[in-house]
């Protein structure tokens, strides 16, 4: 049974989806705000925070899971081992938030911006 296995396709393949998610958790890192479509934010936003709790726990079997997620991005997982996880260490969730920027002018898009709190 499929039981709780809905997720966001965005009209892609499974490769294509990968390396979106994993572009945009690597500059939603680096840049710690970016904004995107409100789909794709809400797509990346459980991935990101997956992230930061890998970051929290600290060991080298995380950073070595966040390498094989962020496409061995040495920088971006040293930022977020050294920079971004501790400032969570007391929160136990809800690292980023989407804030609505309204439509795109040329298709009316919902943009969002993804930012780290």
Sequence with gaps: MRHNKKRNKLSRDSAHRKALFANLCKEAIDHER???T???AKAVKPELEKLITLAKRG????????????????????KLFEEIAPRYVERPGGYTRILK??????????????ELV
Excluded: C, W
């Design 34 to 36: 970016i904004k995107t």
């Design 59 to 78: 060991d080298l079997h995380a950073r070595r899971q966040a390498l094989a997620t962020l496409n061995n991005d040495k920088f971006t997982v040293h």
């Design 38 to 40: 409100e789909a794709k």
């Design 101 to 114: 920027l309204g439509p795109r002018r040329s298709d009316s898009t919902e943009m969002v911006y993804l």
